[in-house]
């Protein structure tokens, strides 16, 4: 059993940067691959990024490559997301999930646990 807790959203200006941060319990942290998505409004959850268990090899979707990074810290328990550059259709709802699939980093369904979710908002 894994559980999640996300934190740093908030409200930013366009083009400024958040970073957050996705704590777990549990003692396969450093075991499982770990993803950050996001739901907007009336959208559909989406794939931001990806991280293998090791921290070694990691994924973006082709619109967040280049602004933002995908890091962990196994000694403490913990998954980051540097956001930069941000843009007003960055602004969702950010969730951390964990997964011991070995499928697409890409897919909701292979996932195993989520957490309940930051909002992040980008004025313009």
């Known amino acids: 059993q894994v559980q999640l807790v996300e934190s740093g959203g908030g409200l930013v200006q366009a083009g400024g940067s958040l970073r957050l941060s996705c704590a777990a319990s549990g003692r396969t942290f450093s075991r499982n691959g770990m993803g950050w998505f996001r739901q907007a409004p009336g959208e559909e959850r989406e794939f931001v990024a990806g991280?293998?268990?090791?921290?070694?090899?990691?994924y973006y979707a082709d619109s967040v490559k280049g602004r933002f990074t995908i890091s962990r810290d196994n000694t403490k328990n913990t998954v980051y997301l540097q956001m930069n550059s941000l843009k007003p259709e960055d602004t969702a709802v950010y969730y951390c999930?964990?997964?011991?699939?070995?499928?697409?980093?890409?897919?909701?369904?292979?996932?195993?646990?989520w957490g309940q979710g930051t909002q992040v908002t980008v004025s313009s």
């Open positions: 999930a964990a997964r011991s699939s070995s499928y697409s980093y890409t897919r909701v369904e292979n996932y195993d646990y």
């Open positions: 991280i293998s268990a090791s921290g070694g090899i990691t």
